[in-house]
């Protein structure tokens, strides 16, 4: 158990709709970081935030956008969407700011859009 | 943008096999980190490497930097179906960003 709690772990939605994906880090991480896992993109990077902050930006769709609270929880909203958005997405936390700490990561939503 | 290539992408072998994993940059890594993912669950970190040539050691598995940072390996010893999973390396330097390779995902049959 890495310490990092997502939700739902499962997600079945029609094109077009919208989706809200939560993360909950290890308690003492600042750090999130949310991730995309395709058969044929891989591990992509889509943003980081530290401590309520985005630092970092991959190459996260328009229709995607992120936030995380004051409490730390994070999360990703996916709207309009569309057959090519289904995917594994996972997030993580770290305690450093930087990308060179160890990321904790949870086990992901899959997200399925028909 | 900094590519991180993965070779080999499939690797089949029987347990008791050696295996050698590869990775590759564009440019020089600041740092490299090695995960494994098996089925069902996200990455979880084996070892991170800082200098050029240096080498870690985790039971059976060997992680090798290469001298000018720019690849590095992973080679496993007498492999066990337990080591099955996708294994990813991934550079992050002070990019506030944790880039993955494209992965190789390695089934150790018994």
């Known amino acids: 158990d890495s310490g990092v709690t997502q939700t739902p772990k499962h997600l079945i939605t029609a094109t077009g709709q919208r989706v809200t994906l939560r993360c909950s880090p290890r308690?003492?991480?600042?750090?999130v970081y949310w991730y995309q896992q395709s058969l044929d993109q891989g591990l992509q990077f889509l943003i980081h935030y530290y401590n309520g902050e985005e630092r970092a930006k991959g190459n996260i769709l328009e229709r995607f956008s992120a936030q995380q609270f004051p409490d730390l929880h994070s999360e990703l909203n996916l709207s309009s969407l569309e057959l090519g958005d289904s995917a594994l997405y996972f997030c993580?936390?770290?305690?450093?700011?930087?990308?060179?700490?160890?990321?904790?990561f949870g086990e992901g939503s899959r997200l399925t859009v028909l | 943008t900094q590519l991180l290539e993965q070779s080999p992408q499939f690797l089949s072998i029987q347990e008791g096999e050696n295996l050698t994993v590869y990775c590759n940059s564009s440019?020089?890594?600041?740092?490299l980190q090695w995960y494994r993912q098996e089925p069902g669950e996200g990455p979880v970190l084996l070892v991170t490497v800082v200098t050029g040539g240096e080498v870690k050691k985790l039971k059976r598995l060997t992680f090798q930097f290469g001298d000018a940072r720019k690849d590095s390996s992973l080679h496993i010893t007498a492999a066990q179906p337990g080591d099955t999973g996708l294994y990813l390396c991934?550079?992050?330097?002070?990019?506030?960003?944790?880039?993955f390779g494209t992965g190789t995902l390695l089934a150790v049959q018994p």
């Open positions: 991934a550079e992050g330097g002070a990019t506030n960003k944790l880039i």
């Open positions: 993580a936390s770290s305690t450093r700011t930087s990308g060179t700490g160890e990321l904790f």
């Open positions: 440019s020089v890594f600041s740092s």
């Open positions: 308690s003492g991480d600042l750090s």
